[in-house]
T-cell receptor, first 113, second 115 residues
Framework: KAGVTQTPRYLIKTRGQQVTLSCSPISGHRSVSWYQQTPGQGLQFLFEYFSETQRNKGNFPGRFSGRQFSNSRSEMNVSTLELGDSALYLC????????????FGPGTRLTVL | GQQLNQSPQSMFIQEGEDVSMNCTSSSIFNTWLWYKQDPGEGPVLLIALYKAGELTSNGRLTAQFGITRKDSFLNISASIPSDVGIYFCAGHLGFIIQGAQKLVFGQGTRLTINP
């Protein structure tokens, strides 16, 4: 069974631009969570989607948004990029919102210049 | 966000040595997970623990779910070069707190092995 895939793997953007990241969960998994990982802050929860609905959202500004499609694929969008948005963005999939095991993708490395 | 207290933060060992790391929290979790992350990659799930007192092995890795449900440890026996990486513990609350993640992560233990 294929794992979680994320595209693109690397992105370089400049301040003020926007970016869209994509995540395809493991086949059969319907819940997708997004995390931001930085050396100083560790893994920070962004949001979780299930059945095309956002079930929970972390403490991030409104510039961070996401959505989920009917095939469980998910995208996250960051608008008006800031230097501090440089991070590894990780997507994790699980069977459903009550499932305790989350499986991570390889991440998208975003660099904001 | 919430964090678990994971220790040690880093370890420098010789190949063949055993490794032990642990996580503690003031919160009770209903699941403990241990992940390994290689540079530039996402965390890979190593072991999942579901019951207090549970001891589970995966090859040379052994992890335990603490009796109080507030802690867990991971042991690696006879370390080899490919064990190098960052190990994360994660505790699952089992319920949703709006604005908070239900999977809470430790800060990681960076393992370095001298051949």
């Amino acid at each position: 069974k294929a794992g979680v895939t994320q595209t693109p793997r690397y992105l370089i953007k400049t301040r003020g631009q926007q970016v869209t990241l994509s995540c395809s969960p493991i086949s059969g998994h319907r819940s997708v969570s997004w995390y931001q990982q930085t050396p100083g802050q560790g893994l920070q929860f962004l949001f979780e989607y299930f059945s095309e609905t956002q079930r929970n959202k972390g403490n991030f500004p409104g510039r961070f948004s996401g959505r989920q499609f009917s095939n469980s694929r998910s995208e996250m969008n960051v608008s008006t990029l800031e230097l501090g948005d440089s991070a590894l963005y990780l997507c994790a999939s699980s069977l459903g919102p009550s499932s305790n095991e989350q499986f991570f993708g390889p991440g998208t490395r975003l660099t904001v210049l | 966000g919430q964090q678990l207290n994971q220790s040690p933060q880093s370890m420098f060992i010789q190949e063949g040595e055993d490794v032990s790391m642990n996580c503690t929290s003031s919160s009770i979790f209903n699941t403990w997970l241990w992940y390994k992350q290689d540079p530039g990659e996402g965390p890979v799930l190593l072991i999942a623990l579901y019951k207090a007192g549970e001891l589970t092995s995966n090859g040379r890795l052994t992890a335990q779910f603490g009796i109080t449900r507030k802690d867990s440890f991971l042991n690696i026996s006879a370390s080899i070069p490919s064990d190098v990486g960052i190990y994360f513990c994660a505790g699952h609350l089992g319920f949703i707190i709006q604005g908070a993640q239900k999977l809470v992560f430790g800060q990681g233990t960076r393992l370095t092995i001298n051949p």
